[in-house]
């Protein structure tokens, strides 16, 4: 059992060397795979979530500890079935068009896979017909849209007008952020949530999906 | 028995100033900018940018392009060492070069704070006419900017409807930002309007505009175009990043001044590629993400630390400045918003900077704030009193009337005293130096209640000089045009 413990203290450390090589240890111990992932890889990122809430860790340690569980993963992942991986939802997400800033974005990606999200990232400058053509292809439940710039955040609503006019509006909830963007601008523009930042943002997609 | 006097350091070296930056770091950090520019490279999203840079010797692949040091070097010797800035009328009056330092608000913030509710609300185009007009009164305040990113007109066009107030509302040079060149044409074409011509605009030139590239290392086709069009003309440019360090930037000061400086160099490059002479002001900009927020924050003195520094890797390298200062986290014009505001103002000005801009922003630069503005001038006056420093010469070391006054006596009523008063000491307009009775019999107001109702006063009773019908008419005409354009864009 403190073989797991180890791994935890590894994860919640950020160690991802460490990590790396105490997961292909256990692996090559025989240990079960699942085992892994749950008492070892995702037990050290719990610790991680609560301590990030109470402001006890800061993000580039967030950060650090996520790379380390999902290097763990990567290795445990193909002695699994696809299906014994947990996964809260899919959420197809991007910055919008003629917005090439992606920090905030990223950080939401981060926080959506550390509960479970399988998150299609389409990068920074999105077009809204790529957000369509997403939509269509990956049949997620929600999409994100992120602009840093208030120049930029205009092409929310773009991107909502797109995908009202090829007909998939109603097959996806649209949520929205980004410095500049409001609870107002949210309801403005017609989305269906907003958070102001990425603890948030997960909480409010493990809403939106339930 | 005479002594001889030598001409003090007043003379020779009028301003106070502080460096950040040794000439030795300086060069260590512009030897990294060159590794950067010439290994890593930057993306250009701009296909005329790339045919220039690949046509004077850069390597370019895809959109990544890498710049040998020599061209970097070329560009700063023809890229001019000094701009002047006039106002709406002709007249020169900002003279970017040496330590002269120049204050005015930020751009594009969303929201106000309504100066009359005290709520904050969007921000809306009678705004961008307060901001103007408040920055129009102020003594200390020496450029214009909008403050504002308004919400009340065609949605595409409110970088136009803002030039426009602007010219309506002061006669002090104007930095806009704009969308797109469209947006950019028609603003220029406004002030061309307004100069008479664009020869009197190149000429007195009273419009910047601010465009920017993306960190790390991406130059947008939007910024780049404008960037171009803006050189073309002979007309300024300022190109700042704006990094977020830990973020779009790294973390320490010291690469995010190399990574940013190698940002702003590729605009100067190409506004020389494009036209050999062209005005061009530089930047640095980066303050850190706060990691418990993920917001990025102006009031950290480590933006502080980095915008003083930038100036003496300008100085150095002798290219007009940009720079940042008056602006606070703060939601809200209270103790936080003028511990920030005070601390950015003295080192801005003390570094020598030359377009110092953002006062008025409060909100992590999100909601624009004439009271913040307001009380931006009183700090700046009392600032620049500082820069000023101590005149030593005969007449200021006192001698005769000290020996006159002799020991026991007083200076109240003597000449000298009268002489001098004014000009050695800054009078506050907002400061209180009351006794306490004084300050209780006036209502036992706080400084906050001192700037409001200068702010209610300045926008009751200050009426700048109006343009002529004639311009305006223009101006009208080409706002019309604009929104023509729009219409056919979004048919």
Redesign the interface.
């Known amino acids: 059992m403190s073989d797991f413990k180890e791994l935890s203290e590894s994860v919640i450390s950020g160690n991802f060397r460490v990590a790396k090589d105490l997961t292909q240890k256990m692996i090559d111990g025989g240990t079960d795979p699942g085992q892994i992932i749950n008492e070892g890889l995702i037990a050290g990122m719990n610790v991680v979530a609560v301590r990030f809430k109470a402001?006890d860790m800061?993000?580039?340690e967030v950060m650090m500890s996520a790379k380390a569980m999902s290097i763990g993963i990567e290795l445990v992942k193909p002695l699994i079935a696809a299906s014994d991986i947990p996964s809260t939802g899919k959420i197809v997400i991007g910055t919008v068009s003629?917005d090439?800033?992606d920090?905030?974005k990223n950080?939401v990606v981060m926080m959506l896979e550390s509960v479970g999200f399988s998150v299609v990232d389409l990068g920074v400058d999105v077009k809204p017909e790529a957000f369509v053509e997403a939509v269509k292809e990956h049949k997620p439940q929600i999409i994100g849209l992120s602009a840093l710039?208030?120049?930029t955040m205009?092409n929310m609503k773009e991107t909502l007008v797109a995908l009202e006019a090829a007909g998939v509006r109603e097959k996806v909830k649209v949520i929205v952020g980004g410095?500049?963007v409001t609870q107002?601008f949210c309801d403005q523009i017609g989305a269906d949530g907003y958070a102001q930042?990425?603890a948030v943002a997960s909480d409010l997609c493990k809403k939106l999906v339930g | 028995m005479t002594i001889q006097i030598k001409e003090s350091n007043f003379t020779d070296n009028k301003t106070l100033q502080f460096k950040v930056l040794s000439v030795e770091q300086i060069k260590q950090i512009l030897n990294n900018t060159l590794r950067i520019l010439e290994n890593t490279g930057s993306t250009v999203h701009s296909e005329e940018a790339r045919t220039l840079l690949k046509n004077a010797g850069c390597s370019v692949e895809g959109t990544k392009v890498k710049i040998p040091s020599k061209l970097i070097e070329k560009a700063l010797s023809t890229a001019p060492s000094k701009i002047v800035l006039s106002d709406r009328n002709g007249n020169k009056r900002l003279f970017l070069e040496g330590n002269n330092s120049y204050f005015g608000p930020g751009p594009t913030c969303p929201n106000f704070r309504d100066p009359q509710t005290g709520e904050r609300r969007e921000t809306v185009t009678q705004d961008v006419a307060n901001t103007a007009i408040v920055a129009d009164a102020l003594p200390n305040i020496d450029f214009v900017m909008s403050l504002s990113m308004i919400s009340d007109c065609t949605a595409t066009l409110a970088d136009v409807y803002e030039v426009r107030a602007m010219l309506e509302n002061s006669t002090k040079p104007i930095v806009g930002w704009t969308f797109d060149v469209d947006g950019l044409k028609e603003i220029v074409d406004m002030c061309c309007a307004v100069a008479g011509g664009l020869e009197e605009l190149q000429k007195n030139p009273f419009l910047v505009i601010y465009c920017e590239p993306t960190s790390p290392l991406t130059h947008t086709k939007e910024a780049i175009e404008k960037l171009l069009y803006l050189a073309e003309r002979k007309l300024p440019v300022v190109y700042p990043p704006g990094m977020v360090l830990g973020g779009t930037g790294p973390m320490t000061i010291a690469g995010a001044l190399s990574q940013g400086l190698a940002e702003t160099l590729v605009g100067l490059l190409l506004s020389q590629l494009k036209n050999e002479g062209a005005p061009f002001i530089a930047a640095i900009q980066g303050g850190p993400l706060d990691m418990k927020t993920m917001q990025h924050s102006y009031g950290a003195p480590e933006l502080t630390l980095l915008i003083a520094a930038s100036a003496d890797i300008f100085h150095y390298l002798n290219v007009p400045i940009w720079s940042f200062a008056g602006a606070t986290d703060s939601k809200v014009v209270d103790q936080q918003a003028a511990i920030e505001a005070t601390l950015q103002i003295f080192a801005t000005a003390a570094s020598g900077a030359h377009l110092i801009h953002d006062v008025g922003f409060t909100d992590l630069g999100l909601t624009g704030s004439l009271e913040q503005l307001v009380m931006g001038d009183e700090i700046i006056g009392m600032v620049r009193r500082l820069i000023r420093g101590i005149e030593v010469d005969e007449e200021h070391l006192a001698y005769d009337v000290i020996n006159e006054v002799g020991p026991g006596g007083s200076y109240l009523g003597q000449e000298h005293t009268f002489m001098h008063f004014r000009t050695e000491m800054w009078k506050p307009t907002l400061l209180d130096r009351q006794g306490y009775a004084g300050w209780e019999a006036e209502g036992k107001k706080s400084m906050y209640d001192r700037i409001s109702e200068k702010v209610k006063r300045i926008l009751h009773e200050h009426k700048p000089e109006p343009l002529s019908e004639k311009v305006s008419k223009e101006l009208d005409e080409i706002i019309a045009a604009a929104e023509q354009r729009v219409r056919i864009k979004n048919a």
Request: hydrophobic share 45%; net charge negative; glycine share 16%.
């Open positions: 402001g800061y993000v580039p003629g090439m800033h920090i905030g950080l710039l208030t120049t205009l410095a500049p107002a930042d990425a």
